[in-house]
């Protein structure tokens, strides 16, 4: 066959076109991004997704706490096949509102906009322009110019976190976050120096100076050309030329196939490697049980790390910090409250008046003084006398302190006393710490133990001058003094009384609830006592707050329903939940709380995935403190009648507080009795006693703690196994299982807690002896504690009779 003359040409030229394109297409990235197009934040329009669809690049809402502001957005990348969707890269300064853009241009520029079309921030590309945008299946995000050359990519840019494939050159830092949820910079640098070595390093807010590193990997050369590098492998190392390499982590993280990796400075300052099965969970998320696992942690304990340096440790001021299961928690001692409930790293302050050698302060009427043991714990720094002898012993150093007006903890070690002033310094518990800390405070932790004494001796001082005058001038003076004090007096008195009571609760009017609730919208949940509204303070708006709307209180109840809500504000613990205030108009009785970011510990429990075994021993043993405080060391006992996990509430840090304490007289005694039995007896929290009607005596909280230390061993709802398949109750199996010696069964998939069943077996017979049917031969709380804390031994329990029976 024949082709004309002037076609021939045409055909090879077109065919030749056609083979070099695609050839060159075929070796450069895929442009998925052309110029023209744009994201709005708050719009339904798809993200930009790789071609894998594993990473995408768009507008996620931006929760600076917990279920934040719906309308704030962060602009980043995330995993976009998994259900965390864990973002990996943002541009974390900005929180950006409803309606805010981000543009590639027709002039080849990455421009992100306010909604009023105001420039904010812009890639820089060095005056380079691109002809496309690509977001890759390695989770970089680049700007592509003409040349098919990367003149911007979120590799070279990095946030908190790095992804295998990509570097760190030299001078090049990761930020972490200021906490899971607030994007901004943190307290923690990972800096590549340009000296070659790899630091952590503290650092100094709002500003952002670097402050003293806590670790390092010391490789300090001569023009050292090193850089950060994460393999596809998995493994993160440091280079330096061309041999020399020192590895970060050395753990295998599993094959890239199968697993997703990063790495990422959390927001606690500790570099962790992760690992995610890549299985696809888009589908059926709800069957997806896989989650992010840490491979490897620098440094493996933050607490002990942080030691050097201005500033106050891991934990602010006055906390001190544990590690548990690799994670940092910060603590108060007891008779300190925190600063701020929702961010422990601001530290703890005293709830009663400082050590101030005056002549009416507390701290100089010996009696009062008693001293707060914390075992294992230190605060290393801010001592300012030590006394060291061989007749040094606990207490004699607590009376070194007790007599030293200035002294507000001691440390004891091995005939070593330490005294320490205000504030305390990087605080920390650890069980190699051979060392034991007493906190000083006054008894009863009062606060108001000399109440108005300044002004007072201010009086005195003014009217011992005027005397000194005339004695007819004194005495009018005196007379004006004395009417002026009264109705001062009396005025605070009167604002005192219509702003809070004295234990510093708000009283709000009811509008003033409804309003901070949007009108009682947003439903937190329901239970014996009433309802709860989630809301904002009227003061604070980004403070958020939960308002519990009472049912109907008994008529008594109803006049002393203040007398009740101030006995509940006198209540201060770490594992309590924190009421704020409370209003009494007309028939609304409402109480309001701080809001607990981390919802209940039923949801925690029995969830799709189940929460580490070290996380739920210190959950357990912060309920057991929590309830200890209420049944004997507050001042007026309290029995909860309610314990069980839908009444656990966590924090930011999974810290258990137990909520609705104190509620029990507010009620009808039908109407509490009807709502606690609700739940099938044989299966349910609460002690026989319950359904003798006879006395009720702290004793049912500790039966209804037993039933719950069962569910958190093994994970499982007492209801929801008696209405299962098991024809026995939950308390019966847990029994079966430990006198037949197969507690494993009680922990089965829990390989952490079946490395640890010693523990397993000693929390076991702590919940045997809970749930007895006779109350006498349960223990109190303070037992209860002691034996969790190995401080007593645990005997070996008798069978509890079947609730059924009873």
Known sequence: MEFPALQFPSFFIISVYLLFSALFTEGQPECNVKLGWSLSAGDTNLPWNSPSGEFAFGFRPLQRSPSDNEDLFLLAIWFNKIPEQTIVWSKNEYSLPRG????????????????????????????????????????????????????????????????????????????????????????????????????????????????????????????????LVFDEAGYVYLKQGNDSTQNITNKDMGSSQDFYHMARIDYD????????????????????????????????????AILRGLGSGFCGYN????????????????????????????????????????????????????????????????????????????????????????????????NNCWKKKFPLSYGRQSKILNR????KVPKGNETDLCPGSKDQSTLVLVGSVLLGSSVLINFILLLIISVAVFFIYHKKMLNLWS???????????????????????????????????????????????????????????????????????????KNLV????????????????????????????????????????????????????????????????????????LDDFLTPKISDFGLAKLLLAEQSRAALTNIRGTVGYFAPEWFRKGSITVKVDVYSFGVMLLEIICCKSSVAFAMGEEEEALIDWAYDCYSKKKLNKMVENDEEARNDMKSVERLVMVAIWCIQEDPSLRPSMKRITQMLERVAEVPVPPRPSLFSSS
């Open 319 to 414: 906390s001190y910090c544990v590690n548990t299961n690799g994670k940092p928690e910060c603590f108060c001692p007891e008779g300190y409250s925190p600063v701020d409930s929702s961010d422990m790293f601001k530290g703890c302050k005293p709830n009663f008046q400082l050590p101030s050698c005056l002549q009416n302060g507390w701290e100089l009427n010996l009696e009062v003084v008693e001293f707060k043991e914390l075992n294992n714990t230190d605060w290393p720094f801010t001592d300012y006398e030590h006394q060291t002898d061989s007749q040094v012993d606990e207490d004699t150093c607590k009376e070194f302190c007790r007599r030293d007006c200035f002294c507000v903890a001691a440390i004891y070690d091995k």
């Open 100 to 227: 805010s853009t981000v543009h590639l241009t027709n002039e080849g520029q990455l421009i992100l906009y306010n909604p009023q079309s105001k420039e904010i921030w812009r890639a820089q590309t060095n005056n380079d322009k691109s002809s496309c945008a690509a977001m890759l299946n390695s989770g970089n995000f680049v700007l592509i110019n003409g040349n098919s050359s990367y003149i911007w990519e979120s590799f070279k840019t990095p946030t908190d976190t790095i992804l295998p494939g990509q570097s760190l050159s030299m001078d090049g830092n990761l930020n972490s976050r200021q906490s899971e949820t607030n994007y901004t910079k943190g307290r923690f640098q990972l800096s590549m120096q340009s000296d070659g070595n790899l630091v952590l390093y503290t650092i100094f807010l709002p500003l952002g100076d670097v402050n003293s590193a806590y670790w390092a990997t010391g490789t300090v050369r001569d023009n050292p050309e090193a850089q």
């Open 578 to 649: 924190t009421l704020l205030g409370y209003c009494d108009e007309g028939e609304n009785r409402l109480l309001v709380y701080e809001y607990m970011s981390n919802g209940s510990l039923a949801s925690l429990l029995f969830g799709i995935s189940r929460p580490h075994w070290n996380q739920r021993v210190q959950i357990i043993c912060g309920i057991a403190r929590g309830l200890t405080y209420l049944h004997e060391e507050c001042s007026t006992q309290i029995i909860h009648c309610d314990v069980k996990p839908q009444n656990i509430l």
């Open 436 to 439: 034991t800390a007493y906190i």
């Open 499 to 573: 702003d809070s009571t004295s234990f510093g609760l708000r009283k709000y009017t009811y509008k003033e609830l409804e309003k901070a609730t949007g009108g009682f919208k947003q439903k937190l949940g329901r239970g014996a006592f009433g309802t709860v509204y989630k809301g904002v303070t009227p003061s604070t708006p980004k403070r958020y707050i939960a308002v519990k709307m009472l049912k109907k209180v008994e008529p008594e109840g109803e006049k002393e329903f203040t007398t009740e809500v101030n006995a509940i504000g006198k209540t201060h613990h």
């Open 269 to 304: 300052g500790v570099f962790r490697a992760y690992s995610h099965p890549r299985k696809d969970c888009t589908a059926n998320a709800k069957s997806c049980t896989s989650a992010w696992s840490v491979i490897q942690s620098t440094p493996e304990d933050i607490c002990t």
